[in-house]
């Protein structure tokens, strides 16, 4: 597989530095194949989202590979639909796949919360850590 170059590298988003070599290639090739469908812009990015959160899910400050290939949520299931999104958590994951993540993220009342409580204290604690490494 090739490696990224040097101007794709600096390019990527600091959560995606973080991670595997197969998650930046993934964001990298779709990126810039998009670029060269729709130009440079939102749409690319969005685009190199949709296709890396197919794969990876976002734990903490880095991408991680799911267990399954597939659509995160029902935002990303539909094409062309617009809304909000689970933010790169799986919240088609288990519920006791989605509890492991809150633990290790070190989530408070975990025990308690339900599948989609689950979801949305994934993404807050996502969004903390990836602050917190900036």
Do not use: C, I
């Not at 959560?15 to 990126?31: D, V, Y």
């Not at 729709?38 to 976002?58: D, I, P, V």
């Not at 949520?73 to 799986?90: F, L, Q």
């Amino acid at each position: 597989m090739p490696k990224l170059t040097k101007d794709q590298t600096e390019e990527l988003p600091a959560t995606l530095k973080r991670s595997s070599a197969k998650a930046q290639r993934t964001f990298a090739e779709t990126h810039d194949a998009a670029v060269e469908e729709y130009g440079e812009g939102e749409r690319a990015h969005r685009t190199a989202f949709a296709s890396l959160k197919r794969g990876f899910e976002k734990v903490g400050d880095h991408w991680e590979p799911k267990a399954e290939h597939g659509p995160s949520d029902e935002s990303a299931a539909t094409p062309g639909r617009r809304g909000r999104t689970a933010g790169g958590v799986d919240a088609n994951a288990s519920k006791a796949h989605l509890y492991e993540l809150a633990q290790r993220l070190g989530v408070e009342g975990r025990s308690k919360m339900s599948k989609d409580e689950l979801v949305e204290a994934l993404q807050k604690a996502n969004a903390k850590a990836t602050r917190a490494s900036r």
